[in-house]
């Protein structure tokens, strides 16, 4: 497969951590050039310092708030002053302020997860797609989550954004083809500081015993399918969804 990415500049939102930073550094070792955006400068400032040093490509950093429409445009700004395109656009950012019921959760929470889960990844397509993609083309990834496939007594309003996002995937999909793919990753339970309430303290090795392959995943495992769906490798995929879940979703229900 051709996964080279060399001449191709990258935006990683919520890059500075976790499966965002993971991605950032699979894309930078396979050549491309590499915006990582977060909140905070000093932490983006940090991990562009270690990719840096690990991959030995080239990357830099703006932060911004992934929900806020003028930070992304400055984002956008800065990655094009910087690297001169943008070909890669991975919104991986996200947020999730409530757990509970659903039919609980106040309004305020339930804005603030639709507006960095969903309305943001549709913002820095927006930004992309008049900035650079619509004349040069280009690829978006968006990072959803199993749960968005299925339903959860506690992270309901989470997972409605994420399955928000698997449609929004599919109807940009449609309508920025044939020069713009947009494609999407549904993790599973990945061990990163976002998901620890979900794995720390021996809950990581009963869900793991759940899955065919028993173990949870790590943020590699889904920067490997990122720099797929990247690359020209997936050049013949568009509006996809693929599901990287150590085979979760088809596990039986009972622990053995």
């Known amino acids: 497969m051709d996964t080279n990415m060399d001449g191709k500049v990258a935006i990683v939102t919520g890059g500075s951590r976790g499966i965002g930073k993971a991605i950032a550094a699979s894309l930078a070792e396979a050549g491309a050039r590499v915006m990582i955006t977060s909140r905070k400068a000093d932490v983006c400032e940090a991990a562009v310092a270690e990719l840096s040093d690990q991959t030995g490509g080239d990357l830099a950093f703006e932060a911004g708030h992934a929900g806020r429409q003028e930070d992304i445009q400055r984002v956008v700004d800065t990655t094009l002053a910087t690297f001169g395109g943008v070909d890669v656009l991975v919104n991986n950012a996200a947020t999730n302020p409530y757990a509970g019921p659903t039919i609980d959760v106040d309004v305020p929470r339930w804005e603030k997860t639709f507006e960095v889960n969903v309305t943001g990844p549709l913002m820095w397509t927006q930004a992309c797609w008049r900035a650079w993609m619509s004349e040069h083309g ?119």
Not at 147 to 166: E, F, Q, R, V, W
Not at 175 to 186: D, F, K, Q, S
């Open 138 to 256: 280009g690829g978006v990834i968006n990072i959803s989550s199993v749960g968005g496939l299925s339903t959860n007594p506690i992270l309901g309003p989470y997972d409605i954004t994420k399955a928000a996002l698997i449609h929004l995937t599919k109807q940009l999909a449609a309508e920025l083809g044939p020069g713009v793919r947009v494609n999407a990753i549904a993790p599973g339970l990945i061990k990163t500081d976002f998901a620890r309430a979900l794995w720390e303290g021996g809950q990581g090795e009963v869900v793991a015993k759940a899955y065919p392959l028993k173990r949870l995943g790590e943020p590699e495992d889904i920067a490997a399918a990122a720099l797929y769906l990247a690359s020209e490798a997936s050049g013949w995929v568009t509006g996809m969804t693929m599901i990287v879940d150590g085979g979760g979703l088809i596990g039986f229900s009972k622990i053995a």
